[in-house]
């Protein structure tokens, strides 16, 4: 029978991963992007953004962030921007290599995805720590 705390721990447990999705062949061939869907970017991620960030985002031009991987603690820079006459983002530049090759990523794996939207200025540090997190929950 499980205690009160761990009753207390699994009703207060939030799943950080606000974006899971099964990856697509067209995620993981040479198109070099991953498609997200457009509800869940603009509800975890735009709706806590620097609003010119969003629009940046939205016109299709994009921004640059870091998406820091979980799995191994390492840092990698890609593009989020709205994919023209979709109703989908993309995160683009480097996404096969960074991610897809890199991890050995294949069509079916799950993956989860965490915006952090907290700035480094708004804290009193030097860079701008909003970012993404990236974690592969579950191998095909």
């Not at 974006?19 to 040479?30: A, G, H, P, Q, Y």
């Not at 708004?122 to 860079?127: N, V």
Request: aromatic share 12%; net charge positive.
């Amino acid at each position: 029978m499980a205690s009160f705390s761990d009753l207390v721990a699994l009703t207060l447990y939030k799943d950080p991963w606000e974006i899971k999705k099964v990856l697509t062949t067209s995620d993981v061939d040479r198109s070099s992007r991953l498609l997200l869907s457009i509800k869940p970017v603009e509800k975890y991620v735009l709706s806590s953004m620097d609003e010119n960030d969003a629009r940046l985002c939205r016109t299709g031009r994009g921004k640059e962030f870091v998406v820091w991987d979980a799995d191994d603690s390492s840092p990698h820079k890609l593009f989020l921007k709205k994919w023209a006459n979709t109703k989908y983002f993309v995160l683009t530049n480097n996404w096969k290599k960074n991610f897809v090759t890199r991890k050995g990523l294949k069509r079916g794996d799950e993956i989860g995805l965490a915006w952090d939207g907290a700035r480094g200025d708004e804290i009193g540090l030097a860079w701008d720590g909003a970012k993404f997190y990236f974690k592969l929950l579950n191998r095909n």
